[in-house]
């Protein structure tokens, strides 16, 4: 073993945890801008094929010439520690492929359903996946400009947000803005938590 | 005889690559990490080309299965086919992203998941 691989061995590998925050919207409202302006890397995209059916596909034999379509998943990375990285995935625009959101969900962190003011309607389906998975989200109003300013309780009225989900204002083209957005995704999830404990948070200092 | 077919990026046949299988020898979360060591890269030059490509990736940095495959272009089923091997072969080390169970171990993520976005 020569010295330079000596070094590159000498420290034992540390296990490295990955987590990942889900940002889910309608098509068009800003997730890949959103996960652009903090992520490490530019966005990428990966892609899942299925049948139109909206189902995986899980036997090659069984994918026909037609009928098969792609389903693109923009995502980002912030490398927090040489042990630690974090992931936003923003999920496909269309809200048919459901069980792609399964899969996206499944672990993560918390999410923002982030809502474009100008296509409120667009945010209905987002909001009722989320209302029946057990993952902590909140509703992040994407402030473009000259999009119609409304108040949050007139947001939260209107799309019928639960008291108990935050909603915050963002832009998703800031960084600044993007990163207080998710500070408060993982500070709701720290209160659920300590709610589904039973307690109350321990008091710091 | 035809031109040399490449099936990448052809959308009908995406599992060319895996030979038409489609079942991952283990499940393997989007946003799991996997490393390949040194050695490890040395034996991945004998597993093909898709195999060899992904341990150089992985080599230099820890890399996603998600980012694998938007990488390569390999959709990510593909994807998971191909790492699941590399695993089983001992040519990639996969880090869990399991969800932390226990209260104490989830509260801990989330604060040094909060504590890396404070410092951004």
């Known amino acids: ?205 | 005889m035809g031109q040399p077919h490449d099936p990448r990026g052809n959308l009908v046949r995406p599992y060319a690559v895996t030979r038409g299988r489609t079942e991952p020898r283990r499940e393997i979360p989007i946003e799991a990490v996997l490393v390949a060591s040194q050695d490890a890269l040395q034996e991945a030059r004998f597993a093909g080309h898709d195999k060899y490509r992904i341990a150089v990736l992985c080599e230099s940095k820890a890399q996603s299965l998600a980012e694998l495959s938007a990488r390569t272009r390999h959709p990510l089923g593909v994807m998971r086919v191909l790492v699941a091997d590399m695993v089983a072969d001992g040519l990639l080390a996969l880090h869990s992203a399991v969800p932390k169970t226990g209260f104490a171990e989830r509260m801990d993520l989330l604060e040094r998941v909060l504590s890396g976005l404070r410092k951004l």
């Open chain 1, 1 to 205: 073993m020569d010295f330079a691989s000596y070094e590159r061995a000498g420290a034992p590998p540390k296990e490295i945890t990955s987590a990942k925050i889900v940002i889910a919207g309608g098509f068009g409202v800003g997730k890949t801008t959103l996960v652009g302006a903090v992520s490490e890397i530019e966005p990428l995209t990966t892609e899942a094929v299925m049948t139109s059916a909206g189902q995986g596909v899980d036997d090659a034999s069984k994918v026909p010439d037609k009928g098969t379509t792609t389903v693109a998943m923009d995502f980002g990375r912030i490398t927090m520690a040489d042990d630690l990285i974090l992931y936003l995935f923003g999920t496909p625009g269309q809200t048919r492929f459901w069980f792609m959101w399964d899969e996206l969900i499944r672990g993560a962190v918390g999410a923002a359903v982030l809502v474009d003011t100008r296509r409120i309607a667009d945010a209905f389906a987002p909001l009722d996946y989320f209302e029946n998975r057990h993952l902590p989200y909140l509703v992040a109003l994407n402030c473009f400009d000259g999009a119609p300013r409304y108040e949050p309780d007139e947001v939260r009225e209107a799309l019928a947000i639960p008291a108990h989900v935050p909603l915050v204002m963002c832009d998703a083209r800031v960084r600044d803005s993007v990163k207080q957005t998710l500070v408060s995704v993982v500070e709701h999830a720290m209160d659920t938590l300590v709610a589904e404990q039973g307690g109350y948070p321990a008091p710091v200092g």
